[in-house]
Every structure is written in C-alpha cells, then in structure tokens.
C-alpha cells in the first residue's frame, strides 16, 4: 500500500574495535531511546523487530524474576510467621531453604551450568518445595518441644519421624525431574539436571541440616501459647473434613472425580503441540514487539517465522535443468499452503536475470529450458542460496506464524511432495530456519509426551510401592495425580496454551512434587489405622498431626510460583499458571479424593 519501507540493518555480533560481544540489553534501549523516542510522530510510526531487539525485551523481562523471587519470600515469609506463630521456626525453615536455592546455584557453576530463561524459575520451585518439607518437620518439632521434649531430643525425633517420608517425597521429585532426561531437546534435559540437583541438596538442608538448627532455635514462648490454646481446640474443622471417609461424602467425592475425570479426558482431545499464539512465543502476545511484528507480516510478503527446506541434489548439479525446475514446481506447490506467504530460492533468481536479459519483459520471467542460459542467470550472486559445492539449494519459506497448526500444515505438504517427487537429482529435506527448528521441536514433544508421563508415575509409582508396600495404598496416592494431570491437560486446552518445551516439564514437576502431599497424609494415617483406629478416627488424628502442613503448603507452593504469573515472558507465565493449579489441586486431592479412595478400598475390612 506505499505506506511503509523497512530498513535493513545487519549487526556484527563482535565489536571490532574492541573485540567486545554486542550488548542486547543497551542495544534495545538505544533503540528505543535514539530511534524510536526521538524520530517517532503523530505521522510517523516505528516498528522495530529482529533477533537482537527480541533478545533485548527478553533479558529485560527476566531481570523482573529478582522481584518475584523477593515477593515470592516475603509471601511465604509472612504465611509461614502466621501457621508457625514462632519467630525461630519461621527463621529456621527459610534460612535451610534459602541455603538450598545458594548451593543449588553453586553446584551447577562448579558443573560448568549456568540457568536459561526456561530454568531461571526453578530456584523458585526449590525454595518452595524446601519450604514445603520444613514445615512437615518444624510443625513435627513444635509439637515435641510443646509436650515437654528438650529442643535436642524434640529435633532428633522429628528427624526419625520425618525423614523416611520426607526422603521419600524428595527421591520421588528428583528421579521425576530426572525423567525428563528421556526427551531429545537440551535445554529440557538441562532443565531435569537444574532441578534435580535443587531437591538433591535439599535432602541435605531440609532433612539433616534444619533439625540441627531447631535443636540450638527451639520455639518462642509466643508458640508454646498458640499451642497450648490450639491443643484445647476441637477441631472442628478437621472433624467434618474427616466425614469424607463415611459412605455418604465418600461416594458424592467419587462421583464427583470420575465425572472431573470425563471432562478432563475429553477436554483434553483439544490439547495440540506447540505455540497457539502469532509473534515471538517468547513475550506475550501483546507485547510491543508483537505488535511490532504483527504489523511486519500484515504488511509485508515477509515475516520472521522463515521454514528453510534444504532441496539436494549431486555435487555441481544445483543449476541443472531437472533440479531448478523441481524446486520451481515444489515453490508454486507450497505458496498455494495456508499461513505460507512467500518462497525463496535460486529460482527466484534466475528469473529475475532471464527477465532482465530480456528488456524487462514480464514474459520471460520464468526459468529456461536453455541450460547455457540457466548458467547465466545463476552465475553471480546466489551463493548465498546454494552451497559451496553446489549440491544443496535452500527454499526459504516465509509463514504467516509459528503456530501449532500452521507448522503441522506445513510439514505434511512437504513431506507429501517429497514421498511423490524426489528422487536423484531432487531430494527435499527438513528443516531449519526457527519455524522449521520449531516443527522439529513439536515433533519430538509429540513422540516424547506419553512416554515422559509413562516414566515419571512409573518411577512415582514404584516409590511408593517401596515404601508402603500396599497396592492399595500406591492406588490411593497416585491417582489424585492422575486426575490432577488430566485436568491440566484440560486446562491447557481451555486456555490455548499449547504443549512445547517450556510448559512439558510442569506435568513432570506436577507429579513429582505433587505425591509429597499424598505421601505425608497416608503417612500419618497408616501409623493410626496400625494401633487400631478405625478409619474416620485415624483420618481425623491424620489431620490434626499433617492436615495444616499440608493445606499450608498447597498455598505457599501455590504462591511461590503464583508470583510468574505477571512474568513479560509468555512462557515462564504459563509455566506459573499450570503450576499453581496443579499444586492446589494435588493438595485438594489429597485432602479430599485421597481418603475417599482410601474408604473404597478398605471398606471391607
């Protein structure tokens, strides 16, 4: 529409007068602050894209994770002052936690590791999941210490009694962490090893190194107070939750369950691979340089999500006859796809030139059967669309998107006419270019999704068969997980966040840290159901002894990944926002489907 021209500007990624590596950061603000504030009017519009300017915003926005870290601890801070109502336990849990997320951070330097945008919130989830486990045991310690135990034996006992399911709760998060190990994608795998080396360390400060802290902390006289009037409490509370393991609310839970159960399952069918939204899957999709780009591909035969087939054929043959023309036919075939704007290749050149050579007239502009003519036209200026051996030509595909369906669409036309047309002088392969490594991405998330979900509650389940020794009990456990999975599937689905490499992990990270709760409940209970309590009493005496625990640390999960909700960063957004629900839904889970299952199960006896 003549309202708009681009401008250029290619970057040396090495200064050469100082031999210094380009500074994203200062280069996106002075491109803000010299280009776009200065020469930008009511008559004049800037946009701005590119690699370098996209990678700027990114660092920006992840320079925000600092905050949501320090209002992720403050958070907690305060929720745990008032569960604990102790200055020292409060003190206690945050300082093993913190000692975590620093020796987390030093461990992976001495590895030679570093965290990326997709691992820089897994110290997050490392504070809270340490949080989570300290206050199974300061809740445990302050019990002691309240029933007259020294600060020394109270903390030794809380270790005896805490340290078999807490270590199995760890161990079933870090070999779950672990299993992402199986998806061919680095910077997943990575991300297994950045995780998994967090809840090592916490085996060490959470179950070891924090007893050994309460034992010189003790509790506060404000403590003891808040115990003595809560050990006069009813709990009234826990009693009617206890009513879910009588027939009547038992049976309506499970009802209830199966039919989340069915909705889950057939929301989920609407669940797809990879990025649902137009623009850099990294920012959010209203960002500025989404727009920014959004105006580039509205208006422009161009864009920055460029799929690359590479077409090869024999060494010094890429100018043959049968080989331009094929790519000529395979260019025609894809511009007629859906979400492919353009094509280009050393066709494109060649009938420019053979046009050219001919006064300009549109008639010509098309290849020549003629191959001394077909030389010429290819002779100068097309290396950078060819090899240096001339046996491979890439075909630069410009698509509307980086979308699920626009890739998927994508790579069955080519692999359609590659099963029909190549042959010796032509073969087509896959794929580079960023939609055309994102394809790949979604195709391996694709293979890799079931059989990640196959590992990890394999793994999860042969734990807790381990240590319980029941199938009953294993049942009890994991499927609140199951149910949790599904109807994050679900989510996901409603919500149109795809599956990609950022948001795969958190079904692994759901699982792992969610069967901690499952675990410290049946704990309790199967120590009660043992010295002869009947199933609602042992329930009830559960609750008194893990239920706060547990709902607390629901919510202080919850919360401390709740805070990468409002991340710039589309992707760490999403990852919170699954979490979080995944999380509180584990806790419910427990709290709830746990013990009617456990009815189910154990009514006969």
Sequence with gaps: NFKSTIIAAPLMEIDPSTGEQLDYVQFSRQLETLIRDKYQSDTIKIHITGFAKLIGDLIEGATLVGLFFLVAFTITAIMLFAYSRCGWLTFSALLCSTVAVVWQLGLLRVMGMGLDPYSMLVPFLVFAVGISHSVQIINRFGDLVHHGLSNVDAARLAFVRMSKPGFIALLSDGVG???????????IQELAIVASTGIAVLVVTNLVLLPLVLSFTGISVRCVTYRNVKDHSDFSHWRRLARVTERGPALAILVVCTVLFAVGIYGGQFQKIGD???????LQPDSRYNRDNSFLTDNYSTSTDVFVVMAYTGEQQCGEYSFISGINYFQGVME??????????????SKLVIMGMNEGSPKWHDISRNQYILNNSLSRGTSSLRNTDCSMAPVILFLDDHKADTLATVVNAVDTFAEQHNSDE?????????????AATNIVISQSQTRMLL????????????????????ACIITPLVLTSILGQALMAALGIGVKVATLPVIALGVGIGVDYGIYIYSALQDYLRRGAALQEAYFMALQNSGTAVAFTGFTLAVGVGTWIFSPIKFQADMGLMLTFMFFWNMLGALLFLPALAWLLNKSS
Excluded: H
């Excluded at 649902?276 to 990294?282: Q, S, V, W």
């Excluded at 990890?456 to 199938?471: A, D, H, K, Q, T």
């Design 177 to 187: 962490f672990m299993t992402l190990r199986v998806i061919d994608i680095p910077v």
């Design 276 to 282: 649902l939204d137009p623009g850099a899957p990294e």
């Design 336 to 349: 007629s796809v859906p979400g492919v704007q353009s094509a280009l290749s050393l066709v494109n050149v």
């Design 426 to 438: 032509l073969e087509l392969r896959m794929a580079a270019g960023n939609a055309g490594v994102e």
């Design 455 to 474: 590992w990890v509650y394999g793994v999860v389940i042969l734990l807790c068969l381990i240590n319980f020794r029941s199938v009953k009990i294993t």
